[in-house]
Every structure is written in C-alpha cells, then in structure tokens.
C-alpha cells in the first residue's frame, strides 16, 4: 500500500508520524504542505473520504489561525469559503494528512495510523 504523506517538515507531529510510517515500512509520496498546498477539489475530496467535519482540516493551534482570528470568522463563511481560505495557505492545514485509497488520516494518533495501515 501506498499512501500520500501531505507534511510540513519542521513540524514535530508530522516528523513522529513519518517515522512511525518508516517503522512499520508504509511506502508514501512526501509532500510540502506550504510548497505544495492542496487544492479546495482536493481538500473537499479528502474531507468527504475522512467523514469528518470540515473544521478538523483547520490547524487551530496555528499562528497563521490564530493571529487572524479565523475562529470567529469561521461561523460566518460559507463552506466553499472555507475550503478556499484552506487552500490559501498551507499552515492553516491540520497536518500530517495521509490519503490512502478509501481513507484519510488528519493529525497523528498513533492507534488510527495501525487501524488504517
């Protein structure tokens, strides 16, 4: 199985979760978050696969987020808003996301990442 590892490389979670995909021997296309941004086709795509709700794809612990308190602004925005204001800026992105074929991962916990791969 292979999966795409979308991460920003000075990111301590993300760093935990490509070790622990390089110890269980999880082949993965490495992709920048902020280099490579996803699109608003690919994070809807991805959010639907995840069954999750579409706030979960915010990083909220992020400076990016925080200095321009999207929090308060998010209530307001559309849906097709949001999505764009996610694929404005790769640090809004929670991350790592690993999308696999009929499954993704947003963030790392350890017990999804052995349940899915």
Not at 10 to 30: H, I, N, P, R
Not at 71 to 82: A, I, N, T
Not at 98 to 104: A, H, K, N
Request: net charge neutral; proline share 4%; hydrophobic share 35%.
């Amino acid at each position: 199985m292979s999966v795409l590892f979308v991460q920003y490389p000075k990111c301590s979670t993300c760093k935990k979760a490509m070790k622990w995909l390089q110890e269980y021997g999880v082949e993965f296309e490495d992709r920048h978050i902020v280099e490579n941004n996803p699109t608003a086709e690919e994070l809807k795509k991805w959010r639907e696969k995840s069954g999750l709700p579409l706030k979960r794809f915010f990083n909220t612990s992020g400076q990016v987020y925080r200095q321009n308190n999207i929090k308060d602004r998010l209530p307001d925005m559309s849906e097709e808003e949001q999505y764009e204001l996610l694929a404005s800026n790769g640090m809004l992105v929670k991350r790592p996301i690993v999308v696999g074929d009929d499954f993704v991962l947003v963030g790392f916990k350890e017990k999804e990442y052995a349940e899915k791969l």
